[in-house]
C-alpha cells in the first residue's frame, strides 16, 4: 500500500468522522456537513470561512457565484478545480451566515488541521478575513496582508500561506476583483518553491474523476 493511498484512506475516515460530528450546536442546525472537494494529494489548498446556504444544500464548498469566480481565478493561472483541494474552517453553515463561534471553530480545528497534515499541500490560500486571521494567528486585516505568502506550520506541516480577498468580495468590488487576479499571479512560483523551513514572510512572484466524497485521486 503506498503513501498516497494510506493518506486517502485516512482522509476518508476523518470525513466519516466529520459527517457525523455533534460537537458543538450548528449539527441541530445544518442540512449538511460540508467537508471539502478536490484532489486529495494537492499541493494547492484553500481554506474559506463556512458554508453559505447553497454549500449547507448541496454538502460541497464554493458552489455558488462566489464559486464561480475561484474557478474563473484557478483558469486564469492553468488550473481547474480538480487540481486543488477546498475547505473551510467550519464544516457546518453558522445560522444566518453569522460569524463563526469560538466553540465551533475549536470543535472544527482538529478537522481541518487532519486535512492539512493528510492532503500535504504546498500553499494554503486563505479566502477572506475571517480564515486569515485564524490560520495566521494574527489580528492583521486581509487588506494589509493579502498577496504576500508567509511561512506556518499548520497540522504539523510547514507550509507557504498566501491570504487572499474572499472571492465574494471581488464580486461586490471590481477593484478587489483586480487584486484576486493580480496575487493569484503568484501561486504559480510558490508551487516552485521548496518547502519553507521558518517562519519568516516571503514576498510574492510577480482528468481524474471524483469519487463519491468529492475527492479526486
Same mark, same amino acid.
Not at 15 to 28: H, T
Not at 134 to 152: D, F, K, S, Y
Given at each position: ?19 457525523? $460530528?455533534?460537537? $458543538? ?20 489548498? +484553500? ?14 464548498? +464554493? ?8 474557478? =474563473? @481565478?484557478?483558469?486564469? %493561472? ?6 486543488? +483541494? ?21 470543535? $472544527?480545528?482538529?478537522?481541518? =488541521? ?12 486563505? @479566502? ?6 485564524? /490560520? ?5 486585516? %486581509?487588506?494589509?496582508?493579502? !498577496? ?5 506550520? %499548520? !497540522? !504539523?506541516?510547514?507550509?507557504? /500561506? ?32 521548496? @518547502? ?5 514572510? %516571503? ?11 468529492? +475527492?479526486?485521486?
Amino acid at each position: 500500500m503506498t503513501d498516497a493511498t494510506v493518506r486517502r484512506d485516512a482522509l476518508v475516515e476523518v470525513y466519516n468522522q466529520a459527517s457525523v $460530528c455533534e460537537l $458543538c450546536p450548528l449539527a441541530e442546525t445544518r442540512n449538511s456537513v460540508v467537508f471539502g472537494a478536490g484532489n486529495a494529494d494537492a499541493d494547492l489548498m +484553500f481554506v474559506g470561512e463556512a458554508p453559505g446556504a447553497e454549500e449547507d444544500r448541496q454538502g460541497l464548498p +464554493f458552489v455558488g457565484r462566489a464559486g464561480g469566480f475561484l474557478t =474563473e @481565478l484557478l483558469a486564469g %493561472i492553468g488550473l481547474k478545480r480538480e487540481d486543488v +483541494f477546498i475547505a473551510n474552517v467550519l464544516k457546518c453553515r453558522p445560522p444566518g451566515n453569522r460569524d463563526p463561534e469560538g466553540e465551533e471553530i475549536d470543535s $472544527c480545528r482538529p478537522y481541518l =488541521e487532519s486535512q492539512v497534515e493528510l492532503i500535504e499541500p504546498r500553499i494554503i490560500g486563505t @479566502l477572506g478575513n475571517f480564515a486569515t486571521k485564524l /490560520l495566521t494567528g494574527n489580528p492583521t486585516g %486581509i487588506t494589509r496582508v493579502r !498577496g504576500t505568502a508567509q511561512e506556518h506550520v %499548520i !497540522g !504539523g506541516r510547514p507550509v507557504y /500561506l498566501l491570504p487572499l480577498f474572499h472571492p465574494a468580495a471581488g464580486l461586490r468590488t471590481p477593484a478587489v476583483a483586480d487584486q484576486l487576479r493580480q496575487d493569484f499571479e503568484a501561486i504559480p512560483g510558490l508551487l516552485e518553491r521548496a @518547502l519553507p523551513e521558518g517562519p519568516e514572510p %516571503i514576498a510574492p512572484e510577480h482528468e481524474r474523476e471524483p469519487d463519491q466524497l468529492g +475527492f479526486f485521486g
